[in-house]
């Protein structure tokens, strides 16, 4: 047999060193491989447990939502009558929401879940709705001078209670008041985030930006010695915050300042260990400070403010207007409330059923509410009117027949140029602030001259408003509440056809509940056999 030569023995040998080396590199590049086997596992395992994490949550805003909505479905329109309740679920879908969205977006299956959500959203809640009921909150705190504990604790009506609100409840509401520069109430809803986060289990807002907050509100209200109070506890926090520390030499500056002030004038300075009393003063505008907006404010509080000269002479009585044939068989039952001018409120005159064909012909017309605007003549919205209304014609129904002829019945007015029924509704914090019905002589084009300006005004109430609601006339004191099936009456002009200015009136705003009315509006044309004029003026 023949030696192989040299030369293949060579090339044999290198190919077998070859693959050695090759078998040798695999099984390192496998045993790292190994090593990264477990660490994806330990990674996978991580991603889970996160995935798990976020389900869990998305499982609790599910559960969240389902008992609060099993809650509130019980009695629904009286669960969202309460303010309160009304705040903090318009919240859940203008700040909270978005929360969930994020939570879901991006994942498997999301799709369907995301595009139900777009689908809804004609329907729930949005921004301009948050702003609202926080106004409305805020200004039920004024007119019914509440604290921001009896709000935040739910004990502000006797009946309808509220859950206990939250500190981030809370600071959301003074972070509305901090956007439109409103210190008061920002200083009220920041002190009383701090007084909840003391007590929570659960935090849900940052201590330290409560703090700063605070001492900021506190600064604008004039407690620098506060502001610096709780700037020192928001560094005990964060010792090294740069703000926080150059706050806190302003602060001395600023004490310091205020001390030599007080000593220039012979007064004796504070103990530096002594903070003086809270000042939160409640800036307004001139009408808002003025005379008759705090007799509004206060006649919707129940307050006696303008004594009633003739309290002794008011009566009720059955009246048949004349032996009017409508009538007769069932007489009214009239309360007076005012005797000059007369103001009346007519008992049982719209029953149940009518109320409830009434709501469901004007639910889906209702629009804001707007009043005449006497430098254009036109129709707008404004801030001191919150209601929805809509017109209903006596045509479209014989239920709005049927109460204009009552109306006309009982007040023995004519009916040939009234204004359509008017449906309001009043909901959270809604109000009407003091006005007239009838045109003064500075918006006078505000009705035709063929129509004559509004000579009456005539109100049925729908509801039993379990708090606030008023009607109160300004100018005399008179507080008329709105009792269900009841109706109000008066006249805006004098008899010889001038407006009479003590018919001032509002609608306070709904504390707790749902006030629905129906306007009628009598006009002058028409009424010369129903109401003549007298010989004298205002006779």
């Known amino acids: 047999?023949?030696?192989?030569?040299?030369?293949?023995?060579l090339v044999i040998t290198h190919a077998i060193a070859l693959v050695n080396t090759e078998i040798f590199t695999a099984l390192t590049t496998l045993t790292k491989a190994l090593q990264y086997e477990k660490a994806l596992a330990g990674n996978l395992r991580e991603y889970v447990k996160l995935e798990q994490e976020r389900l869990q949550k998305v499982l609790e805003l599910a559960d969240s939502y389902e008992r609060h909505a099993e809650t509130a479905l019980v009695d629904a329109e009286s669960y969202v009558a309460n303010p309160v309740n009304a705040y903090l679920f318009v919240k859940t879908f203008t700040t909270d929401l978005p929360k969930t969205k994020e939570l879901v977006s991006g994942k498997q299956n999301s799709e369907e879940f995301l595009q139900l959500l777009e689908d809804y959203q004609p329907y729930l809640p949005d921004e301009e709705d948050f702003e609202g009921v926080v106004a409305a909150i805020l200004r039920l705190q004024d007119t019914y001078q509440l604290t921001s504990q009896q709000i935040a604790d739910g004990t502000f009506t006797p009946t309808n209670r509220s859950p206990p609100m939250s500190a981030l409840d809370c600071f959301q509401l003074a972070y509305y008041a901090y956007g439109k520069q409103d210190w008061h109430h920002m200083f009220s809803w920041m002190i009383q985030t701090l007084h909840v986060l003391d007590t929570e289990e659960n935090v849900t807002i940052s201590r330290s930006q409560t703090l700063d907050y605070l001492s900021y509100a506190a600064t604008m209200q004039?407690?620098?010695?506060?502001?610096?109070?709780?700037?020192?506890?928001?560094?005990?926090?964060?010792?090294?915050?740069?703000?926080?520390?150059?706050?806190?030499?302003?602060?001395?500056?600023?004490?310091?300042?205020?001390?030599?002030?007080?000593?220039?004038?012979g007064q004796s300075t504070p103990h530096p260990d002594v903070l003086p009393s809270l000042k939160n003063p409640r800036v307004t505008d001139e009408y808002r400070s003025g005379k008759e907006f705090q007799v509004y404010e206060a006649l919707c509080r129940g307050e006696d403010v303008l004594p009633n000269p003739h309290v002794h002479k008011l009566s009720c009585y059955y009246t048949t207007s004349g032996d009017n044939p409508l009538l007769v068989l069932a007489p009214v039952k009239v309360e007076e409330y005012y005797l000059d001018p007369y103001i009346v409120l007519y008992h049982d005159v719209i029953s149940d059923k009518e109320i409830k064909i009434i709501k469901e012909i004007s639910t889906p017309m209702l629009k804001r509410a707007t009043v005449n605007d006497p430098a254009t003549g036109k129709l707008v919205t404004a801030h001191y009117r919150v209601s929805r209304s809509a017109w209903l014609k006596d045509e479209m129904n014989d239920t709005i027949q049927t109460l204009s002829n009552r109306i006309s019945a009982i007040t023995h007015l004519n009916m040939e140029q009234a204004e359509d029924l008017q449906i309001q509704n009043y909901g959270i914090g809604g109000q009407y602030e003091p006005h007239c019905d009838h045109a003064r002589s500075?918006?006078?084009?505000?009705?035709?001259?063929?129509?004559?300006?509004?000579?009456?005004?005539?109100?049925?109430?729908?509801?039993?408003?379990?708090?606030?609601g008023l009607t109160v006339f300004t100018q005399l004191g008179a507080k008329i509440p709105p009792k269900k099936g009841s109706a109000a009456f008066w006249f805006n002009l004098k008899p010889d056809g001038q407006g009479n200015d003590l018919m001032r009136h509002a609608g306070c705003p709904v504390l707790s509940g749902s006030k629905w009315v129906a306007n009628k509006w009598f006009h002058e044309r028409g009424q010369e056999f129903m109401q003549p004029c007298g010989l004298a003026p205002n006779k």
Do not use: C
Not at 1 to 9: C, E, G, T, V, Y
């Open 1 to 9: 047999m023949a030696k192989p030569s040299p030369i293949l023995l």
């Open 222 to 265: 004039g407690n620098v010695h506060h502001a610096k109070h709780w700037t020192l506890e928001w560094l005990k926090l964060e010792p090294n915050h740069d703000r926080a520390l150059s706050n806190i030499l302003y602060f001395n500056k600023e004490i310091e300042q205020e001390q030599a002030k007080l000593e220039s004038e």
């Open 442 to 468: 500075v918006d006078a084009r505000q009705f035709e001259e063929s129509r004559g300006n509004r000579i009456a005004t005539f109100i049925f109430y729908f509801d039993e408003v379990d708090a606030g």
